[in-house]
């Protein structure tokens, strides 16, 4: 079974900095990552994705992800950080090694807070 | 594009009554759609996996009798939570993908749920 972990609860930078949110993922083959951000009392907006290629995604809002497959690691990178990054931030991975329906399992979350 | 509509976005009811939420993709055809749960400061708990035309898919501890999935068309599905109680207050969020395995999830706004 797949499973993701976040290692970290909160992760607090200053405005500028660089930021990065940790993830590693299990799975028995090949992962589909994903990272989503959620803003208090909404729903999760898609941020990036890693299916095949090249292991640096880039996506929305700035955010890039490396994928590091003998780690087994999915990190979440900005290379300087915006107050208005603050949020909560999922890492999320999907087994292509299942039915067409896989499910995608989601860590535990880190919050992010950026100081002015 | 890939906008699913959640709806309603808040509701209260009063226990022993039932609620129905709807979950809409907008612009693209779901032939998937999952049903989570998120309590205060927590993950996503995926509650069951609905594919159109077919019976939902629950996770283990899932009461199905409880949470009635429909996916009647490829672009809604319902949850109906049954004789709600207080411990059923939550926030409650459906996703879409695409047939395709490759596909990030689309989230609806979520749904928060208190019961009296």
Redesign the interface.
Known sequence: AQSVAQPEDQVNVAEGNPLTVKCTYSVSGNP?L?W?VQYP??????LL?Y?TGDNLVKGSYGFEAEFNKSQTSFHLKKPSALVSDSALY?C?V?D?EGS??????????TRLSIRP | GAVVSQHPSRVICKSGTSVKIECRSLDFQATTMFWYRQFPKQSLMLMATSNEGSKATYEQGVEKDKFLINHASLTLSTLTVTSAHPEDSSFYICSATTSANTGELFFGEGSRLTVL
């Open positions: 589909y994903f989503y009392n909404r729903g999760l907006q898609f994705k299916i999922f999320a999907r292509i067409s329906a896989s499910k995608i399992i989601f860590g535990s979350g």
